[in-house]
């Protein structure tokens, strides 16, 4: 089998070409600015999901596509830009995939367009959709197209993840070190909710999809518990040795402040330490249902979170990272 991967320099693609490797696949992946790490085995396109001829040609014998690139939430990217990777490109990919009769597609979209999940829902795949932010708008309209090229005839099964963690994630260590440093605090009590998933997780309910998922359908591949932020806190300070502080900003306050830095630093061209699209982690909670992904291939996460942010932990202290 031959696998496609978009997106493979990033911390959910590099694992999943490692993993698809180690199945015996052929795996080739397109390349956009960061170097490939990991799995030597990954045959690396240099490329751009915005150049179709390109895409038309390197998708020649695929089997099964997985389209994981995207601009990301916190990337210091203008509006157009956006739309142009996360909607465009995905047209470019899905286009190409079509044209060179790629046998399956598994398009990766994200929780954030589901926006808040009010308190006490658990969010089905058919949940209302409100999406906050620039990514979560692209990415919903990213999915859109997805689905609209599996009513065509396409065989493209889309997957929304949840909040995913582990070895060699750069976003979730940025949290991590703030707490390990003592420099971490909560915002509005800690109290939304998440379900946090371990990276070996997403992947093994990533290659279920990509057996047995069915075209034109959308999956939550999330853990099995639903987590408040003060808890995962918690448990990320355990790990570290350490224990947060009681402060917490209240959500105003904290509002207010992220949009001041978010202009502040970005005048320096800098990522802001604090951010709207960050404060979604405190304030917009993501309870995903597992349940569909369960019933239809067996999706069965095992790793519960004080065990993963442990080994995950141990991973960056390991690497010197901490």
């Known amino acids: 089998m031959q696998a496609f991967v978009t997106g493979a320099s990033g911390f959910i693609g590099g694992h999943l070409s490692a993993a698809l490797v180690r199945r015996g696949w052929t795996v080739r992946a397109l390349v956009h600015q960061t170097k490939l790490s990991g799995s030597p085995e990954v045959q690396a396109i240099r490329g751009d999901i915005q150049d179709f001829g390109l895409l038309k040609e390197v998708l020649q014998g695929t089997d099964v596509l997985f389209h994981l690139a995207a601009a990301l939430g916190a990337s210091l990217i203008d509006r ?150 003060r808890e995962m806190a918690e448990d990320i300070a355990a790990a570290c040795g350490k224990r947060i502080p009681r402060f917490s900003l209240p959500r105003v306050p904290a509002r207010l402040a992220a949009f001041a830095l978010e202009k502040l630093f970005g005048l320096a061209g800098k990522e802001a330490p604090l951010s709207r699209s960050k404060l979604s982690f405190f304030l917009h909670s993501k309870p995903l249902s597992i349940q569909k992904a369960e019933r239809e291939f067996g999706f069965s996460p095992g790793t519960d979170f004080k065990k993963g942010i442990r080994l995950a932990v141990s991973w960056y202290k390991e690497n010197g990272w901490l």
């Open 80 to 229: 157009d830009k956006f739309f142009r990777i996360n909607v465009e490109g995905t047209e470019n990919v899905l286009r190409a995939a079509r044209e060179n009769a790629v046998k399956k597609v598994i398009h990766f979209s994200s929780a954030g367009v589901l926006g808040a999940v009010k308190k006490n829902d658990v969010a089905a795949e058919d949940y209302p959709l409100n999406p906050q932010n620039i990514y979560d708008l692209t990415k919903l309209e990213g999915e859109k197209t997805a689905l609209r090229f599996a009513a065509e005839g396409m065989k493209v099964a889309v997957i929304r993840p949840g909040w995913t963690y582990g070895p060699g994630d750069r976003r979730t260590f940025k949290l991590i070190k703030s707490i390990n440093q003592g420099r971490f605090f909560l915002v509005a009590g800690g109290k939304g909710v998440q379900t946090p998933i371990y990276i070996e997780d997403l992947v093994d309910g990533i290659l279920l999809c990509a057996e047995n998922g069915r075209p034109g359908e959308i999956y939550h591949l999330a853990g099995k518990e639903i987590l408040q932020v």
